[in-house]
């Protein structure tokens, strides 16, 4: 029997343990409050802050800012959340003394978690679409789903370098908590970047999510493909920079973490 | 609202506590756990009574029913004459607690005060709770290191942080749930003479611990509780006569097979044999009834094999816990 | 009675405590609240903007935070102790349940109260942005009448953190309805109509309208009647929360959760 499939199957049990195991939500109640109504809530919010600001025509620019953006919930609360729970469990230094494939390990966690976030955002969108009527005919939407994806893929980049510094620090569920809402201001979610202070716009092209976001409004205005897919390659260089980065930085961590015997400090 | 006189620090009658699992995410099915199956108990005032039994035989849940944190299904329980149910309120003003381990406290604070804000839930007036503190914290060796932050507390010293908070109320009855867990030596033997200390000074001490050896040195009476029942209860030379003909034959040896070990089951008089792996050699424990007549015909059954030292001995509580424990499986 | 006042405060110091050392309560406080006063000035305060969105664009962020940090806060607090395995040592003391989360949750509305300090700093040092007009006396008496909708419903709800485990995935799923549906952000009326009933049985919403009329010169100012709405409605939630707290008493006694992180 090959081993390919074995691994294949190791990786699945454990991505479905390990996401169990840590999240509170991993039941059928706390998954409704925390996956669903907290999404569908946010966009709500937004998008009558956006109708009372700028009229009832500005309702799919909020609702499509926000559904992005709580695609990044998942990308980088699964990774940065994954070790942050870990440590509170006591099962930080177990997991670091195994043999496990560390990057596997990590990203299998992400993994769900963009599954998780495509579905949360699906919910989101379609129920804020039916609340308001919003107008989605000039929509190319197997692009706005790519673009659901890559914003999941290089959000969990940034939540990878990110969450290797929760090996170190205690609390890294509020680093998580600060890089994901920042992306709130910094992301053009609700209002345009250029908006921004000019060293704020600076950063906002530095993160993942400005790209996608920009992606995804001209996927849904019916946008020009190659348009869509330089900004798509962009998010993708920037997430792929952050998740190599987090990667050497986890490593590097990892053997600081063990020195300083910091896995378990509580 | 039932009372009872307070001839009894705490009275049992066929309490019975079951738990509700769900086991499965989206079809979830209903598991029934029983922890109590009907037990009765009496303990007498100023008595240092123990409740052993395995892990999950029901200690803890016994612990927590009479300490008023669960209800109970079925039956009835007295602490000092006051029912655990329906007067709640006055049953906690009276009693302590100590569950112990590493949990239970606040980290971020310091000992003094963790004391201090349990000394206000429990409705201490402040010169009282000043004065008692202080006391406590000399008598538990805590002294000097009350201002520290618990997250830098050894083990031993959170325990004894809890044991102090458990007395702040100088309460008349305490329950101590396996109160030496974790500790080295030392330290349990110091916690042990403590505990001692307070049954002698006339409080009511119930504790449950899976250490032989320390209920079988400290307590009056004990109980022995297996998968929610109890097995048997008396004082620790009444429990050691239930195994009174039995024996303990122990030798050491090395390279015993399994064929062996499993011939050495079959003989008459044999209850139980254990191996315990020890460097190279291996320790066998053989419980039989007839320790004298073993050791002849353990020559024979043994041929071939070289024996390193050979004894037997009476057996201790522990014994007579693993062949209750093992009788009613 | 003393001894239930002094363990009330002790509840309450010993909760500020544990915020002042906690990294997480400045999410509660000085993140969320500053971040989403940055939006709300973003977008209220856009070019063109008209003068009624001033004052939401001014409170909105400070309204936010502090609902934000009284409304979970208390319940975070609950978690905290189940997650420290304190939790079974607060059930079984002899002061109820409710004095001690009385303390903790008067620790979460003065610390919510910190919310306006980032997000006025941000208005005033950030945009440029003050309010106008404020009628002092009706504002005072709103944001009393507010405070005192959010203690009840902070009240009202913390047990059940002690209850379920699961209590807080789920309660955090409504903050922000709540913050919708209250008008912190936007008046209640731009709502769709299946909202407006939903709007109408929250406490702190009556309170909000009150608040942001006394910031604005038109528009209606009936006070008096905002005021006893929102206190009856929070009477009414604290009978229920009544109930709620025998409930919790039993029911974490039946389960034996309380012991369960």
Redesign the interface.
Same mark, same amino acid.
């Given at each position: 029997m090959s081993a390919v499939p074995a691994e294949i199957a190791i990786f699945a049990r454990s991505t479905y343990l390990q996401y169990a195991a840590l999240f509170q939500w991993a039941t059928v109640r706390g998954y409704v409050g925390y996956k669903i109504v907290l999404p569908v809530t946010q966009i709500l919010f937004f998008v009558e802050l956006g109708v009372y600001a700028a009229g009832q025509q500005s309702a799919l620019y909020f609702a499509l800012g926000n559904a992005m953006q709580i695609t990044a919930n998942a990308g980088i609360f699964g990774v940065i959340a994954t070790v942050a729970n870990e440590r509170q469990y006591g099962t930080l230094p177990m997991l670091l003394a195994s043999p496990a494939n560390r990057l596997v390990t990590f990203m299998s966690r992400a993994v769900v978690n963009v599954i998780d976030g495509a579905a949360s955002v699906a919910v989101g969108l379609a129920v804020t679409v039916v609340l308001f009527r919003l107008d989605l005919h000039t929509a190319n939407l197997p692009l706005l789903a790519v673009c659901v994806l890559t914003i999941s893929l290089t959000t969990a980049g940034l939540g990878l370098l990110f969450g290797s510094i929760g090996l170190v620090m205690r609390d890294a569920i509020v680093i998580a908590n600060v890089v994901y809402y920042l992306l709130l201001v910094l992301c053009g979610i609700n209002f345009p970047v250029s908006r921004l202070p000019g060293g704020l716009q600076v950063i906002s092209y530095c993160l993942p999510l400005t790209r996608g976001v920009e992606a995804a409004r001209l996927a849904v205005a019916g946008g020009p493909t190659n348009k869509i897919g330089a900004l798509l390659a962009g998010e993708l260089a920037v997430g792929l920079a952050y998740a190599l980065c987090g990667y050497a930085l986890f490593r590097i961590l990892e053997t600081y973490s063990r020195r300083g015997g910091l896995q378990e400090a509580y | 609202m039932s009372s009872r006189p307070a001839k009894a620090a705490i009275e049992v009658r066929a309490l019975q506590k079951k738990?509700?699992t769900w086991r499965g995410?989206?079809r979830r099915t209903r598991h029934e756990n029983v922890a109590l199956a009907r037990i009765d108990l009496t303990i007498h005032a100023g008595e240092l009574f123990g409740l052993l039994g395995p892990n999950g035989a029901g200690k803890t849940?016994a612990t927590?029913i009479l300490?008023?944190?669960?209800?109970p299904d079925a039956g009835e329980a007295w602490v000092l004459g006051l029912d655990v149910v329906k007067q709640t309120?006055a049953v +906690?003003?009276r009693i302590g !607690?100590v !569950?112990g381990?590493? +949990?239970?406290?606040?980290?971020?604070?310091s000992g003094l005060?963790n004391l201090?804000? !349990?000394a206000?839930?429990?409705?201490i007036?402040?010169d009282v709770s000043r004065r008692r503190i202080n006391q406590l914290l000399g008598q538990l060796g805590l002294a000097g290191r009350e201002h520290d932050k618990v997250e830098v507390y050894s083990r031993g010293m959170k325990q004894r942080l809890h044991l102090a +908070?458990g007395l702040l109320n100088d309460p008349e009855v305490l329950f101590l749930d396996e109160p030496t867990i974790g500790l080295d030596p030392v330290g349990a033997r110091e916690l042990r003479v403590l505990i001692r200390n307070l049954a002698d000074a006339g409080k009511t001490i119930f504790l449950t611990t899976h250490y032989m050896f320390e209920a079988d040195a400290i307590c009056d009476r004990i109980a022995v509780i297996k998968k929610g029942a109890v097995v048997a209860e008396g004082t620790p030379a009444s429990i050691k006569r239930m195994v009174e003909n039995q024996g303990v034959v122990e030798f050491e040896v090395v390279g015993i097979s399994a064929d062996r070990v499993s011939m050495l089951r079959t003989m008459p008089d044999v209850r139980s044999v254990t191996v315990t792996e020890r460097d190279l050699a291996q320790l066998v424990t053989i419980q039989c009834s007839n320790p004298a007549d073993l050791m002849t015909r353990l020559g024979g059954a043994l041929d071939g094999i070289t024996f390193q030292r050979i004894s037997s001995r009476e057996p201790t509580l522990e014994d007579a816990y693993v062949q209750l424990i093992s009788e009613t499986s | 009675m003393t001894s239930l006042v002094r363990a009330a405060f002790q509840a309450f110091w010993i909760s500020m405590r544990l915020r002042f050392v906690s990294s997480f309560a400045i999410l509660g406080w000085l993140l969320f609240p500053t971040i989403f006063g940055a939006v709300g000035l973003y977008v209220l305060l856009r070019p063109g903007a008209p003068h009624s969105q001033l004052a939401y664009a001014v409170l909105g962020g400070g309204l936010l935070g502090y609902w934000g940090v009284a409304y979970l806060d208390g319940g975070l607090s609950i978690q905290n102790e189940r997650w420290s395995g304190t939790l079974e040592h607060i059930f079984a003391v002899p002061t109820p349940l409710w004095v001690i989360l009385l303390g903790k949750v008067c620790g979460s509305v003065v610390w919510g109260m910190l919310s306006f300090l980032p997000t006025l700093a941000l208005a005033y040092f950030g945009f440029h942005a003050v309010l106008p007009t404020i009628d002092a006396g009706p504002f005072v008496i709103s944001f009393v009448v507010l405070t005192f909708s959010f203690l009840v419903v902070a009240f009202a709800f913390a047990p059940l953190f002690a209850l379920w485990r699961w209590a807080l995935p789920v309660l955090n799923g409504f903050e922000l309805g709540f913050y919708t549906f209250c008008g912190f952000m936007f008046p209640i009326a731009i709502l769709p109509g299946w909202a407006q009933p939903l709007s109408a049985v929250l406490a702190p919403s009556w309170a909000t309208r009150a608040i942001y009329a006394s910031t604005t010169t038109s528009g209606p100012h009936d006070y008096a009647v905002w005021w006893v709405v929102s206190v009856g409605l929070s009477l009414a939630y604290l009978a229920g929360a009544v109930l709620l707290y025998r409930l919790v008493d039993d029911r974490a006694r039946r389960s034996g959760e309380l012991a369960l992180a």
């Open positions: - | 738990y509700v995410r989206i849940t927590k300490t008023t944190l669960l209800l309120d +906690r003003r !607690f !569950f381990g590493e +949990r239970g406290l606040y980290w971020r604070l005060d201090r804000y !349990f206000d839930l429990y409705r007036p402040p +908070r | -």
